[in-house]
């Protein structure tokens, strides 16, 4: 007897958040806060200063953009991440821990732990698949 066919589930659609804490403006204090410890970090600080310099304004503006579209679902956000991050040069995959480690502490100390979990949980995903487009590599089989 064959076996009964299962069809592939679809994963769940993200949501907007919906809680009185999350706006543009908490959005706009968590990307400074967390840029500003990512500039001091003695490994990850140096990437940015060689590619922001003196422009981190609009980096931070565009960086809001994005989490209110990652966070709020407004379309506030309509760039590539990927390239912007396949092109830069000096970055292993073991920064990505660094990066999230700010993250995490960075969401941790503004917003209660349910609400942190949502920014940390989309914030890895992103990160998995920016580092499958920058690292990964087919094995050639011969
Ligand atoms: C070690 C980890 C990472 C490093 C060193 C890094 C570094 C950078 C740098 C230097 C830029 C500016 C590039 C430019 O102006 O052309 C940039 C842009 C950006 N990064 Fe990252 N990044 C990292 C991880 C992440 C992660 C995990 C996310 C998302 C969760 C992210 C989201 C973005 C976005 C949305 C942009 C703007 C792209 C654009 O539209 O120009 N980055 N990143």
């Given at each position: ?15 907007p958040v ?5 706006d543009r403006?908490?959005i ?36 809001t953009d994005f989490w209110c579209a990652v966070i709020l679902k407004n379309g506030a956000y309509s ?64």
């Amino acid at each position: 007897m064959n076996a009964p066919r299962t069809r592939p589930v679809p994963p769940e659609p993200e949501l907007p958040v919906d809680h009185p804490l999350i706006d543009r403006s908490f959005i706009a204090r968590l990307v400074r806060a967390f840029y500003g410890r990512v500039r001091s970090d003695p490994r990850l600080g140096p990437i940015f200063a060689a590619e922001i310099a003196d422009s981190w304004e609009p980096h931070l503006e565009k960086m809001t953009d994005f989490w209110c579209a990652v966070i709020l679902k407004n379309g506030a956000y309509s760039g590539r991440p990927v390239p912007a991050h396949v092109r830069l040069k000096g970055i292993v995959e073991e920064d990505f821990g660094i990066w999230l480690h700010h993250f995490h502490m960075t969401i941790s100390g503004l917003c209660p732990p349910e609400v942190a979990t949502i920014f940390v949980d989309r914030a890895e995903r992103i990160a998995r698949s920016l580092k499958l487009a920058m690292f990964f590599k087919l094995e050639r089989s011969s």
